[in-house]
């Protein structure tokens, strides 16, 4: 039996807070998606499954945040459409995270890494006793560099593909794709 299968027939058998009264089963909110990179978290609804896409899930007539998996979560909020197109995002940004490390790289004449990539340009560099990240906008409209220093390179890279996304999440009308930008 496949693990949604099983998610949904701990649901309909009324598994952990499926069953206890006070615990409301529609009307919550997903506010927050987290990759965990492995299983780690058992859902806090069925209290059965084990998840590593964890959905925070709130209700305005329940005091506690809970993180659960992605069939509870689509029960609860009466969308499992939504639930899987989150988890389907987080799935394949974990893909794209693994991969980041693998592009091709170039390196500069004073041997930081740096590439283009989604309309952004990343440069790794050595700061103190550890490695950097800086991240602009191909036209230069906003530079930041990372306040931490990472231990490897890297790790710096990966810091910089998540400041990426975590932008691009935040501030989607501000980012412009190289092929739109405006002369």
């Given at each position: 039996m496949d693990d949604t299968a099983n998610e949904e027939r701990l649901i309909a058998a009324g598994r952990g807070k499926w069953s206890q009264p006070g615990v409301p089963h529609l009307g919550w909110q997903c506010v927050d998606i987290e990759d965990l990179g492995e299983l780690l978290q058992e859902c806090e609804m069925c209290e059965t499954q084990s998840i590593r896409y964890v959905h925070y899930m709130e209700h305005p007539s329940y005091p506690k945040v809970l993180k659960v998996g992605c069939v509870c979560a689509g029960n609860m909020e009466g969308n499992r459409a939504a639930a899987?197109?989150?988890?389907?995002?987080?799935?394949?940004?974990?893909?794209?995270?693994?991969?980041?490390?693998?592009?091709?790289?170039?390196?500069?004449?004073k041997?930081?890494?740096?590439?283009?990539?989604?309309?952004?340009?990343?440069?790794?560099?050595?700061?103190?006793?550890?490695?950097?990240?800086?991240?602009?906008?191909?036209?230069?409209?906003?530079?930041?560099?990372?306040?931490?220093?990472?231990?490897?390179?890297?790790?710096?890279?990966?810091?910089?593909?998540?400041?990426?996304?975590?932008?691009?999440?935040?501030?989607?009308?501000?980012?412009?794709?190289?092929?739109?930008?405006?002369?």
């Open positions: 899987d197109g989150r988890e389907a995002e987080m799935r394949s940004r974990a893909g794209k995270r693994t991969r980041w490390l693998s592009r091709r790289w170039r390196v500069s004449e041997g930081n890494h740096w590439i283009r990539a989604d309309g952004y340009r990343v440069t790794v560099c050595k700061r103190g006793a550890g490695w950097a990240a800086t991240v602009s906008d191909v036209n230069d409209s906003f530079v930041e560099h990372s306040r931490t220093h990472y231990a490897t390179r890297d790790l710096a890279k990966l810091a910089a593909f998540d400041f990426i996304r975590s932008w691009k999440r935040a501030m989607p009308s501000l980012h412009i794709a190289p092929a739109q930008q405006s002369p």
